[in-house]
């Protein structure tokens, strides 16, 4: 046994899953998969509540832990997105409206709802995404959604918003946003250990929670979801590593891969993610009617308040390098009647999208670059500053927020 923990997987690659291409995107048959796998997720999220309780405090949203006021870290990040508007094409009131979003963002910080809670993801992008492809059909025979750092109870507009805001493909982007949006209903059927032990939690996700979720929603629809790739355990006492590990299966040898997250997810490969997300928040949700709450670890996840500082460090850092950018030229219908509370909370908590869209897609679409490492991604140095313009300016990246910022303008996520 190792003197650590450890979280030891199977490799999915090894049974056909694989990757699709960041750069590129999911098209609309992988989003449709994966919305199926999250709408499993979700569901048997929800179950697990009724069955089991709620989940423990580190999975939970702590609205306390996330309003404090920003730091010089994030506001030099947003200084450097603001900087660069110029080139995005913007109308001058667009523009505007989006200056006095940024310069007030923690005034808009989401915070816990009355209603709608689901166990996130809390990652869902589609670099976490893998499929298993059937290579003579291109057929999609299942989605596996990896690493559970970030896994929280909470808003569904975290992983719809994340996922929708990162993986579509560019000309999917704006299109079909209602379709997207109602594939989770129909379906229901830089130191990362500064904030908490993320790697602890992932190895009880894999050990505990994950299966947890996947029996609730067997059991709920008698249908058999994966959330999770296969992990092990060493038995040989010689072999086992000095330290936590998690040694998971190969999806890659299964037929799963991810999409290059420079191009980003087409609209059949967002959907494929939004119905698996839908999945999983579903079943996380029912968890907590079946099995109780959530742990107090969920319950708080990386959003306690003794990691405030370092939160909004690395939040504000990105702030000055938009700014600095900005010399260099730079509406939801409701629907159906049941999709009004889903619309009204993902409107709520619409902070979710212009984070992903600010935050997430610049270092998504960069192309692999010396400069791209976690120092640069959460310091605030001339460096790291550099670092944030140059993603914020990449030629990818501008094309895609070109379309981006409209679109949630005229829905009134950006207000």
């Not at 003579?136 to 990896?146: K, M, P, T």
């Not at 120092?375 to 094309?399: C, D, H, I, Q, W």
């Amino acid at each position: 046994m190792p003197k650590c923990d450890y979280l030891l997987m199977e490799d999915l690659v090894a049974n056909g899953y694989k990757n699709m291409d960041r750069t590129v995107g999911l098209d609309q048959r992988q989003m449709e998969a994966v919305l199926r796998k999250l709408a499993q997720w979700h569901a048997a999220s929800v179950v697990r509540v009724s069955q089991i309780g709620h989940y423990e405090d580190s999975n939970n949203d702590d609205k306390e832990s996330v309003e404090s006021e920003p730091d010089d870290s994030f506001q030099k990040n947003c200084v450097a997105f603001l900087d660069c508007l110029p080139l995005y094409d913007l109308d001058p009131p667009e523009e505007i409206l989006i200056t006095n979003y940024v310069n007030d963002i923690f005034k808009n910080w989401p915070t816990i709802p009355d209603e709608i809670l689901v166990l996130n993801h809390g990652d869902l992008w589609c670099n976490n995404i893998m499929f298993k492809v059937k290579e003579e059909s291109n057929e999609i025979l299942d989605v596996c959604f990896v690493d559970y750092q970030m896994t929280h109870y909470g808003t569904p507009a975290n992983d719809l918003f994340c996922l929708l805001m990162t993986s579509p493909q560019l000309d999917e982007t704006k299109k079909d946003v209602n379709y997207i949006l109602k594939i989770p209903l129909v379906n229901d059927r830089g130191d990362d250990h500064e904030f908490h032990d993320l790697f602890v939690s992932e190895l009880d996700m894999y050990d505990r929670l994950v299966p947890e979720l996947e029996s609730i929603y067997a059991k709920n629809t008698s249908l058999l979801v994966k959330f999770k790739p296969l992990h092990y355990k060493f038995t040989d006492k010689e072999m086992l590593p000095k330290c936590d590990y998690l040694l998971m299966e190969d999806l890659r040898a299964g037929g799963y891969k991810n999409v290059d997250r420079t191009v980003g997810l087409n609209q059949r490969e967002m959907e494929a993610v939004l119905k698996k997300l839908a999945q999983w928040h579903s079943a996380s949700a029912v968890r907590v009617s079946q099995l109780g709450d959530y742990e107090e670890a969920y319950k708080v996840s990386y959003f306690s308040e003794e990691h405030i500082k370092f939160i909004d460090g690395m939040n504000i850092s990105f702030c000055v390098p938009f700014l600095e950018c900005m010399q260099q030229a730079y509406g939801l219908d409701p629907g159906e009647q049941i999709l009004i509370q889903l619309q009204q909370n993902l409107f709520e908590n619409s902070l979710w999208a212009f984070l992903c869209a600010q935050r997430m897609l610049p270092i998504v679409l960069l192309p692999a670059d010396v400069d791209s490492h976690i120092g640069n991604f959460m310091g605030e140095t001339e460096e790291a500053v550099a670092f944030k313009r140059k993603t914020f300016l990449s030629p990818a990246y501008v094309e895609q927020i070109k379309l981006i910022l409209p679109w949630l303008i005229a829905r009134s996520y950006i207000r």
